[in-house]
T-cell receptor, first 113, second 112 residues
Framework: DTEVTQTPKHLVMGMTNKKSLKCEQH?????MYWYKQKAKKPPELMFV???????INESVPSRFSPECPNSSLLNLHLHALQPEDSALYLC????????????FGDGTRLSIL | GDSVTQMEGPVTLSEEAFLTINCTYT??????LFWYVQYPGEGLQLLLK?????DKGSNKGFEATYRKETTSFHLEKGSVQVSDSAVYFC???????????FGAGTTVTVRA
């Protein structure tokens, strides 16, 4: 069983919709991450939060907006996405920003119509 | 920069066969090394890790040894099962760093 929980598991949305992905961990970790994974490829880092503050943004388009309401929760707000944004979105956490290993959730599979 | 190279797949094996997936890395200093596994329709699970030279990580019958002299971290399992069918990613992280550099992934299919 994964200790990082992501909802929803699947999401289909149109290009004009607004939706949010949610991630929760109860391991007391203080660093949380968003990754994007295309089929048959390794995950690509999008954002890093450390102690609830955005620490790293890997030049992600503004149509992706992360939020960390508290140390256990991480959201990814989506707006005006493009078909090429269809992918598996993975959340991960670690003890702190320099700490390894990272623990991953099962992801949200996103399809943009 | 840091990078990981792992053997191209896909790899197809029969049950009880021996599995080896080669992984080599380029990094400065003393990175930590990991193998992650991704089963169909799931996220990544940490399979094993090693944090210094000559460390051996092991889990679920899988093993890998951190070889600094050959900059390698090859994954091995002596007798695979159908349930081992998955994509395996080798990864490294520099010391005290958030970055996780992944290899391209190797798809393994085990046939009954």
């Amino acid at each position: 069983d994964t200790e990082v929980t992501q909802t929803p598991k699947h999401l289909v949305m149109g290009m004009t919709n607004k939706k949010s992905l949610k991630c929760e961990q109860h391991m007391g970790h203080r660093a949380m991450y968003w990754y994007k994974q295309k089929a048959k490829k390794p995950p690509e880092l999008m954002f890093v939060y450390s102690y609830e503050k955005l620490s790293i943004n890997e030049s992600v388009p503004s149509r992706f907006s992360p939020e960390c309401p508290n140390s256990s929760l991480l959201n990814l707000h989506l707006h005006a996405l493009q078909p090429e944004d269809s992918a598996l979105y993975l959340c991960a956490s670690s003890q702190n920003r320099g700490g390894q290993p990272q623990h991953f959730g099962d992801g949200t599979r996103l399809s943009i119509l | 920069g840091d990078s990981v190279t792992q053997m191209e797949g896909p790899v197809t094996l029969s049950e009880e066969a021996f599995l080896t997936i080669n992984c080599t890395y380029t990094a400065t200093g003393y990175p930590s090394l990991f193998w992650y596994v991704q089963y169909p329709g799931e996220g990544l699970q940490l399979l094993l890790k090693a944090t210094k030279a000559d460390d051996k990580g092991s889990n679920k019958g899988f093993e890998a040894t951190y070889r600094k002299e050959t900059t390698s971290f090859h994954l091995e399992k002596g007798s695979v099962q159908v349930s081992d069918s998955a994509v395996y990613f080798c990864a490294l992280s520099p010391s005290n760093d958030y970055k996780l550099s992944f290899g391209a992934g190797t798809t393994v299919t085990v046939r009954a």
